[in-house]
């Protein structure tokens, strides 16, 4: 099983990346913005979750290990396969996820591109409790993290999410530009100086 990539981009499409890793090119499934930054031949590094099945083995790769670890929760969901759930992800960032789950906002996950009323209610009830086990979400943060702190943490990240999708930048646009900020941020918790942030990168 491969779980972890790194190697040189050599073609970028509509969620999918080719990496060259020694020679031999990885086609790789991505949620949408994933390494925007990256030109043609610079190093990219993926978490990779094999997805096997009798007809087909697929890879599916995301920058972050929570980022992984929510998607391998999502396709335990009733109805979710990994195609919906890497969609899914490239609609809404996992802490927009966990925040939306966790305060019963139905109409937030019915905005995500692939999720009807159905789905959303049923996401609701299955991942209630789930994503916060997760390291960087919620209960998941480190345990020398206060629990506000980290409360905090991930609603800003989902305010800033809601934030730019309202100043109509689509979906790619902003998970670049949060994954950005979130590298060169790592630990801010203040709107105000995170959406100007935000949206300077979303002007480069």
């Given at each position: 099983m491969i779980g972890w990539l790194r190697g040189v981009l050599r073609h970028?499409?509509?969620g999918v990346l080719i990496v060259d890793v020694g020679g031999v090119g990885y086609e790789v499934h991505v949620p949408l913005g994933t390494a925007a930054d990256v030109p043609l031949g610079g190093e990219v590094?993926?978490?990779?979750?094999?997805?096997?099945?009798?007809?087909?083995?697929?890879?599916?790769?995301?920058?972050?290990l929570a980022q992984r670890e929510v998607f391998e929760v999502l396709i335990g969901v009733t109805g979710v396969g990994p195609k919906l759930a890497v969609g899914i992800l490239g609609?809404?960032?996992?802490?927009?996820?966990?925040?939306?789950?966790?305060?019963?906002?139905?109409?937030?996950?019915?905005?995500?591109?692939?999720?009807?009323?159905?789905?959303a209610d049923r996401l609701g009830l299955e991942l209630k409790g789930k994503l916060g086990?997760?390291?960087?979400?919620?209960?998941?943060a480190p345990a020398s993290t206060p629990q506000a702190t980290r409360l905090a943490a991930g609603d800003v990240w989902g305010d800033?999410?809601?934030?730019?999708?309202?100043?109509q930048y689509r979906p790619i646009e902003v998970q670049s530009a949060l994954g950005q900020v979130r590298r060169e941020h790592p630990d801010?918790?203040?709107f105000d100086m995170l959406l100007r942030a935000s949206l300077a990168a979303l002007r480069r």
């Open positions: 970028t499409g509509d590094q993926l978490w990779v979750h094999t997805h096997v099945r009798e007809e087909m083995l697929a890879l599916f790769g995301f920058e972050t609609d809404i960032s996992t802490e927009g996820l966990h925040q939306a789950v966790e305060t019963g906002d139905s109409k937030r996950l019915k905005k995500v591109s692939g999720i009807g009323p159905r789905l086990k997760i390291s960087g979400l919620g209960a998941g800033l999410e809601s934030a730019l999708t309202n100043l801010a918790t203040d």
